[in-house]
């Protein structure tokens, strides 16, 4: 995989987690926002959380479905998204949270041959410091032609890039709005 985040946040390890996995606001304004090349979402307050479920294995999985807005010449309009998240049972509360998610995006071209596979690690540093990493794996579930491949890879990982360079800006920005208000109180 390609490793697009690496950086330590002066934000608890449980703050973060609830902030990139559960509805907040951070996530529905970072949704909203992007209006650029690569895509961005519609109505992020539409998102469709289902809840998470033990497996055999003792981890957790959920869906979460949402329409994201594409600007890319090549797509459609929107595209149907469905992420199947799975968080690790080597997950621990105020340590470490290791969660995947398969995303699906129904609608673009080429859509059957392709899906991503995110991973997130957040780990403890300090009580109010944690580690963020995010790396990204494209699988083919079909081997395309060489020429679809190629078109495939080069859209998939400018998409890719641009999203997480904008998350990494967003998250720069909330840290250092949560330590301002910190030091208030
Ligand atoms: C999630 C991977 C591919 C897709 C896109 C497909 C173009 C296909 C063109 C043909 C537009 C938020 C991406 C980037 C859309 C956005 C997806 C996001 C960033 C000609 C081949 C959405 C993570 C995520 C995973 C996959 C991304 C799509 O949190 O290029």
């Not at 690496?6 to 934000?11: D, G, L, Q, T």
Request: net charge neutral; charged share 25%.
């Amino acid at each position: 995989g390609r490793q697009h985040i690496n950086e330590v946040y002066r934000i608890s390890v449980d703050k973060l987690y609830d902030i990139l996995f559960n509805k907040s606001q951070f996530m529905s304004d970072f949704m909203e926002q992007r209006r650029f090349s690569g895509y961005y979402p519609l109505h992020s307050y539409d998102v469709v959380y289902h809840p998470w479920k033990k497996d055999e294995a003792g981890h957790q999985t959920r869906e979460i479905m949402y329409t994201i807005s594409l600007s890319n010449p090549l797509a459609p309009k929107t595209a149907a998204v469905t992420e199947t998240q799975t968080l690790y049972k080597a997950s621990q509360e105020s340590e470490c949270y290791i969660i995947d998610a398969e995303v699906i995006t129904h609608d673009v071209p080429y859509h059957d041959y392709f899906y991503t596979l995110n991973r997130y690690m957040l780990t403890r540093v300090a009580k109010n410091k944690c580690r963020l990493r995010i790396s990204t794996e494209l699988r083919f579930r079909k081997q395309p032609w060489g020429l679809v491949k190629g078109l495939i890879e080069k859209n998939f990982w400018s998409g890719l890039e641009e999203n997480f360079r904008h998350l990494e800006m967003e998250l720069a920005k909330l840290e250092e709005v949560m330590n301002e208000a910190g030091q208030l109180s």
